[in-house]
């Protein structure tokens, strides 16, 4: 069964850097689309951001527009999330989601769409 790892996460004081990367047991080239999702504490989950596989087209939540950047290495093996100018309501633990088949649109993501989930890592921002 294939898998999904992320890996980056951390404490980062506000206004920093973190890269996020997911990566698969087999190969993120099984997955059409890759999605980061986010749930803080007391809240529900949140579709960050989403690529595709075949014309690298990509979904961001207006939360993170602008700040998050969502991109494949040249193999296509690696899947990142830059996260630039954090702010403290980025704290959460961070997932990435694939699906062979889902096209993510720039209407959303829902979990529930997505077939393999990775097991999620902290972000924490805070000074």
């Known amino acids: 069964q294939v898998q999904l790892v992320e890996s980056g996460g951390g404490l980062v004081q506000p206004g920093g850097s973190l890269r996020l990367s997911c990566t698969a047991s087999?190969?993120?080239?099984?997955?059409?689309?890759i999605g980061w999702f986010r749930q803080a504490p007391g809240k529900e989950r949140e579709g960050v951001s989403c690529?595709?596989?075949?014309?690298?087209?990509?979904y961001y939540a207006d939360s993170v527009k602008g700040r998050f950047t969502i991109s494949r290495d040249n193999a296509k093996t690696l899947v990142y999330l830059q996260m630039n100018s954090l702010k403290p309501e980025d704290t959460a633990v961070y997932y990435c989601?694939?699906?062979?088949?889902?096209?993510?649109?720039?209407?959303?993501?829902?979990?529930?769409?997505?077939?393999?989930w990775g097991q999620g890592t902290q972000v924490t921002v805070s000074s």
């Open positions: 989601a694939g699906d062979p088949d889902l096209y993510c649109s720039g209407d959303g993501i829902l979990g529930e769409d997505f077939h393999s």
């Open positions: 087999g190969s993120t080239l099984d997955y059409h689309a």
């Open positions: 690529i595709n596989r075949s014309d690298g087209s990509t």
